[in-house]
C-alpha cells in the first residue's frame, strides 16, 4: 500500500500542473502596446494594406490632436469584460484620450465592442457607437472581413476627422471609403439584365424549332 501511495501523489500534483497550463492558455490573450501601431489583428482578419492604411491615419490623428485610435480583431473571448479591463490596465488605457474597436470573430457572427477612456471627447464617442455595426455588419456576414473592418475605421475616422479639422497627408478625408462602390453593383445589374434579355429573345426560336419537330416527328421516326 505504501508503494502506491508513493504513485498517488506525483500524479495528483501532475495533474493539478497540468490543469493550471491549460486554463492560463485558455485566457484572453491582451497584446503588448507598441508605439505606433494601431492595429491588433489577433483574428487574422485584415490585409496589409488595410493595416498600413490604419497605422498611417491613426497616426496623424495623434500628432495632431493627442487622441489615439485603434482597432483590435480577436477570436471569440471568454469575458469580453475581463478582456478590457486587462487591455486598460496593460495599456494604461484611461491615462490619454483614446479610443478602441474590438471585433470579436465568433462561429456565427463579429460582434463589435466600442470603448473610449475617460478622457476621450464623449460626443464623439456617444456619436460613433453604432458606426461598425452600420459599416461592417453588412460586409462581415458575407466574410468580407477586411472591408467590413476598412469601412468601420474610415466612418468613425471621419468623425473625428472633421470634429478637430485634421489634414491628412495626400488624402481628401471626405473621400475615405465608407462603404462597397456602387459601381460593382451597377455593373452586376446590367450583365443581369442582359443575361435575362437573351434569355428572353431565344425563346421564340426554341419554341419555334420544337414545334418544326413536334409536326414532323412521324418523318424523323423512320
Excluded at 490619454?96 to 478622457?119: A, P, Q
Excluded at 455593373?187 to 409536326?215: C, D, Q, T
Amino acid at each position: 500500500m505504501k508503494c502506491k501511495n508513493n504513485y498517488v501523489f506525483p500524479i495528483i500534483i501532475t495533474f493539478l500542473v497540468l490543469v493550471n497550463i491549460i486554463s492560463v492558455k485558455a485566457e484572453d490573450h491582451v497584446p503588448e502596446l507598441k508605439e505606433g501601431n494601431y492595429i491588433y489583428d489577433l483574428a487574422d482578419l485584415s490585409t496589409k494594406s488595410t493595416r498600413n492604411h490604419i497605422n498611417s491615419l491613426s497616426q496623424q490623428l495623434y500628432e495632431q490632436t493627442n487622441n489615439s485610435f485603434y482597432i483590435l480583431t480577436t477570436d471569440e473571448l471568454k469575458s469580453y469584460e475581463d478582456f478590457i479591463v486587462q487591455l486598460s490596465n496593460n495599456w494604461d488605457f484611461q491615462n490619454g484620450n483614446n479610443l478602441i474597436v474590438v471585433f470579436e470573430k465568433t462561429d456565427e457572427k463579429v460582434i463589435n465592442h466600442v470603448f473610449n477612456s475617460n478622457r476621450f471627447d464623449y460626443n464623439i464617442a456617444n456619436n460613433i457607437k453604432t458606426y461598425p455595426t452600420v459599416h461592417g455588419n453588412p460586409l462581415f456576414v458575407r466574410e468580407k472581413y477586411d472591408d467590413g473592418i476598412l469601412y468601420s475605421y474610415n466612418s468613425i475616422f471621419k468623425i473625428i476627422g472633421h470634429y478637430y479639422s485634421i489634414e491628412l497627408d495626400g488624402i481628401n478625408i471626405d473621400k475615405l471609403k465608407t462603404e462597397p462602390s456602387k459601381t460593382m453593383y451597377y455593373i452586376i445589374a446590367i450583365i443581369l439584365i442582359i443575361i435575362v434579355g437573351l434569355i428572353f429573345v431565344s425563346r421564340p426560336a426554341h419554341n419555334k424549332r420544337a414545334e418544326f419537330l413536334s409536326k414532323h416527328r412521324n418523318f424523323f421516326d423512320r
